[in-house]
Each structure stands twice: as C-alpha cells, then as structure tokens.
C-alpha cells in the first residue's frame, strides 16, 4: 500500500464522512434504514460467536451453503460456528481512464466541489455498502429469526445466525390472506391474545406491501374500516395504510409499518436484486427498539498504516483510501465490525400469513386429511387436545372446525399434534 494520490484532500475525507452519516441519520438520503432506527449500538470487545450474548438473548450460529436453494432455516448444517464474527467490507478502485478523467478536470480548473464528487464518489459507495449489508441482515434476521453472514474463510459458505425465536410464538393464518374468505383481524386477535397471556402487549406489526394488501382488500378488514368510519353501503372502498392503522389504532392499540426495500448484492461481478424482508411475513413487536447493533474495534484501528489515510464514520465503520503502482489504481476501501443482534425474542411474534393447512374433507366420515395424508379423526381430536388443553372440539365437530383449530396452532404446538395423529387404514 502506497499514499493516496489525493492526500491534498484529506480534509474533504473526513467532511464527506461525517456529511454522508449526518444524512443517514435525518432520513435525507434516497435510502432509508430501519436498522439505525431500531437498534442501539453497542461496543463488545470480544464479538466472538461463543459470547455473543444481548440482554439475556444468546445467538447461535453454524456454517451453510451461501447460495442454496432452500430457504436459509431449512438448509443443511456443516457444523457449528466458532471463533472471531467476521468482518463487513468492500472495496472500490479509480483505475488508470477515471484518473486521468480527474486530472483534466484539474487542468481546467474545474471548481472544487465538482472535483472532491469524483474523487471522493467511491467514500459514499463503500459507506453505504456497509449500511446496505447491515440493513438486509437486520430486515432477513428480524422478520425469520435467522440471518446469514459471509464466511470470509470459506468461499461459497455463509454463517447462518440464529436469534432464538421460540417456536411458540410463531404461527400461520387460519385461511391464507390470499383466500378472500380469510378473517386477517381474527388472525391478528389470536396473537394479541396470546402476547398478553404472557404479558406481552403488542403494539406494531410489520409486514411486506404485498400482505398489506391482502390485508387492505379483504372483506373483514373493509367492514372493520367501515364501521369506524360510520359507513353504510356495500361498495365499501379498500382502505389505504393510514387510514387502516387509524381503525386499528382505534380498536386494538396497533400500527403497521409497511417494509418496502431491496438490496442489491454482487457477487462474482453479477448484481442481484433481494428482498430481505421474509414474504407473507407479519411481526408483532412491543415497541420499534428490538435490540442492538453489535460492533468492535478492528485490529487495524489500532495498528494503521502510516502511507494510508483513514476515517471513522458512524463510529465503528472505518474507511481508507491508497493506491498501489502494479496495475495502477487508487482505492477506497470500508470495514466494520458488526452484527445486528435482536434481543427480547420472547415478546416477538410471528405471523405467516399464507401458511395454512387447505386440505378438501369428506364431512361425515371417520377419517381427516392433513397435508395430503388421511388420519383417523378421533386422533386427530386427541392430537389437538394434547396440543391445546384448552381446546372444547370433539368427534361429533366438523372438519372444518377442526381445521381452523390446526391453523390456529403455533410452530410448538403442531410439533406436539403431527407427533400424535394417527395414519387412517
């Protein structure tokens, strides 16, 4: 590593730093991040996996394949994580064309500003390419309970994290949202009342554009809406965001925060368009602060190069620029330190609104299906029962009432009914 070429500059490194975080932070950028809105940073100085633990939340996590097929909580475990958490970073080059581009700019005299914007374009890249990174962690990590780190020690390998969302606060919908005969509000009832049966009072839910829309056209909610608004007529018009939060607000204490975001990601040089946020997905959370943004010192913050010029941005990102003579370019490079960790998981609730069990049944009979297969339907009563003591369905119930029992279950408690039904002869 060689001095920057532009070290006559230094001052505007460390201006556009500050600058570009100051605007992060006041929402003045095209990109927004909910990450720097709902968690707190944190100093660890030990980000090892096997101490990573927030507020009584412990993450684990093991090594999979990075670019599998199968949905991250299904793919298959290499083993368990160990060691240092990795580090975030990138790097961006001014190659030979784009200097001497800056070099005619100076001959003419080109005012300052313009040639700072060329010089410096890559300091903005990189810093946001951590920001970037941290966001689709967080929105994927929040929204499954699980996230995916690179491994920087094995190509092709990631490091899946596991926040510890306990099975029994995660549920599917009775009907798919999808199902215009869905009830979404009596799906979000279920879960309010099973938050405050533990002491949760749940105030916000999170969700894509595409589940608020099932939400906003449904029957149930329209008429819910209408009934707010005093409304009487049977052309009832689908209700926008606002004014479903109004009735919600009004009804049940709750807000919707619609998450609309992609990340582009490149790998191997091919971009990728990905949307963190899990589809069909809706969060139940207490408040908007749901843990911390875990970060340590990096080993070259305390042992720098005197020929390259540094920057700290944002407190825990560190930015650099050098150059190097064979191939000739100038680079800027970010580096951070750092994990989303979502803490309290036990008062976090999750809704899969398109999970549902939508077997045909024969009324009548003695057998029930379930996800393609044929149960008696006296274990199948039984079954329930051990899953929800509470449960009053017998026998004599019908099977569509038994069915909306099943989808009503939690991911803990359709472990204890599959464990117990019986296959039909």
Known sequence: MEQSLFVQFAAFFKAIAKDLVERVNGKKTPLTYLHKEMLTKELSTDLKWQTLNVDGSVVSADVVAMDSALPLKKRDSFGTASGDIPKLGMKLSLNEKTMSDIDVLQARNVETKILVGKIFADTTKSLLGIYEKLEFMFLQGLSTGLTLVDDDTNVGSGIRVNYGYPAANKFGAVKPWSDSTSKPIDDIKRIIKQAKS????????????????????????????????????????????????????????????IVDRTVVTERDGVRTIQTPWAANTVVFLQNTKVGKLVYGILAEETRPNKSVMYEKADGFILLKKWHQSEPFAEFTSSQALALPVISNVDSIYLLDTEEAAVDAQTEGDANFDYEGTSYTKQSVVDALKLAKPTSKLTIASTDAKLLDAINALSEEQILVFEANIVEAV
């Open 198 to 257: 533990k002491g949760n009072v749940l105030s916000v839910l999170m969700m894509d554009e595409a589940t608020f829309d099932n939400l906003a056209m449904n029957q149930q909610t329209r008429e819910q809406y209408a009934f707010s608004q005093n409304f009487v007529g049977s052309q009832i018009p689908v209700p926008d965001i606002d004014q479903v939060n109004t009735m919600l607000q009004k009804r049940y204490k709750l807000s919707i925060i």
